[in-house]
């Protein structure tokens, strides 16, 4: 189609062969412009037109009689008609073309470098509390009192830089050094944290209370804070050190032979909601209440695949999986395996400070469940801290 056609409009005609000397003389008459000519097989012919030759051609031919054919209508005018038949898709356009316009003026992205300690979500919430969020004004964005901002209110950030490049602002910061926990002086006993026999002392701080070999109870004196001198008397201190003794644990799995558990159905989208900026709209949802029993599940669409990831626009659809819950069975050996799984994700739970030296196992089987009995002896750091009530 010529840029002629296509601004003025173009219909494309048919005539019918017994009527095509007629029309040709018409049209050689009222000197129309035909474009395009083609004659067909049967010997009719096809050509084209602008529009407004076309709709003064028709008439001409109506009044004489000539049989002549409408196969199509193309061009700006014919879009602009259709769309004026369609107000949803003019006014979507046009707020479309608002947004576009009035976003260059909105902060569309915010990327953050320097952070390694902090995630970049942590930094994020912490310059939203002071004001720089995607979607932010960027005319009434002042860079230099925002990075003050952050300064004071963030015990984390040390140093921060805000550039904006158009609607991206590239964040830059340094993390502050990680102050030790200030050490607690308050004074304090080691007590057993469980029963054990004492195999080795390293008292850092404070009167031991035990010997090696001694058996100790639960929550019996391994390590006095309490100093007697006979010079100086009775003087207070946190006692600091490890008891290391032999111990004894004791591990109880039970694995059920019949278990409840969930069949999913086909899932279902229950409502599409756009998000630009910080605005959402629901553009679906499915009406009705939903009686059932159902997992929820949302998952967040972006434009990456379009080349338009740093649009500030997203789908977050929400879809229910609906289930029911029925029993099932499984077999003593499924169980039994289930059961010695358990264990080893408890024995990998173990601190690094609990030396395994021997491991009994016992399993039985009962019309209901699998039992597995694990024995643990260990020599592990029974020493716990317990503060002094110290009356002024």
Aim: with cysteine; charged share 25%.
């Amino acid at each position: 189609m010529s840029v002629f056609l296509f601004l003025a409009g173009e219909r494309r005609l048919r005539v019918a062969k017994k009527d095509c000397a007629a029309v040709l003389d018409l049209c050689l008459q009222d000197s129309f412009s035909l474009r395009f000519p083609h004659w067909e097989e049967n010997g009719d012919l096809c050509f084209s037109c602008s529009l407004q030759t076309a709709k003064r051609l028709l008439r001409l031919c109506a009044e004489r009689g000539l049989a002549v054919e409408v196969l199509a209508s193309r061009g700006l005018p014919v879009h602009l008609r259709r769309l004026l038949t369609r107000p949803g898709v003019l006014v979507g356009g046009l707020l479309v073309l608002l947004l576009l316009v009035s976003s260059q003026r909105f902060l569309w992205d915010i990327r953050v470098r320097g952070n390694e300690r902090m995630t970049t979500a942590e930094v994020l919430s912490e310059l939203r509390e002071c004001g720089l969020f995607t979607g932010a004004y960027l005319p009434r964005l002042d860079v230099r009192a925002l990075e003050n901002r952050v300064l004071i209110a963030s015990d984390r950030i040390a140093w921060i830089s805000v550039n904006l490049s158009g609607t991206v602002a590239e964040v830059q910061v340094v993390e502050g050094v990680e102050r030790p926990p200030k050490e607690n002086t308050s004074p304090a006993n080691l007590i057993a944290a469980t029963d054990g026999q004492i195999e080795q002392l390293l008292i850092y701080r404070g009167e031991a209370a035990v010997k090696i070999g001694q058996a100790v109870r639960r929550g019996e004196l391994l390590v006095s804070g309490i100093y007697d001198s006979s010079l100086e008397g009775y003087r207070l201190t946190r006692a600091v050190g490890e008891v290391w003794a032999r111990t004894e644990r004791q591990i109880h799995i039970e694995i059920p032979l019949s278990y409840e558990e969930k069949c999913y159905e086909e899932s279902e989208c229950a409502d599409i909601a756009l998000n630009f900026f910080d605005f959402s709209v629901k553009i679906f949802k499915k009406a009705g209440n939903w009686e059932g029993s159902c997992d929820i599940i949302e998952r967040e669409i972006g434009f990456a695949s379009l080349g338009l990831s740093a649009l500030p626009v997203h789908l977050l659809v929400t879809e229910r999986v609906p289930y029911r819950v029925q029993t099932a069975v499984r077999s003593p050996e499924e169980a039994s395996t289930l059961a010695f799984a358990q264990l080893e994700h408890e024995l990998a739970a173990l601190s690094r400070e609990v030396e395994l030296l021997e491991k009994r196992i016992t399993v039985s089987v009962t019309d209901t469940a699998v039992l597995l009995d694990c024995t643990l002896r260990c020599i592990e750091n029974i020493a716990v801290q317990a503060e002094l009530e110290v009356n002024g």
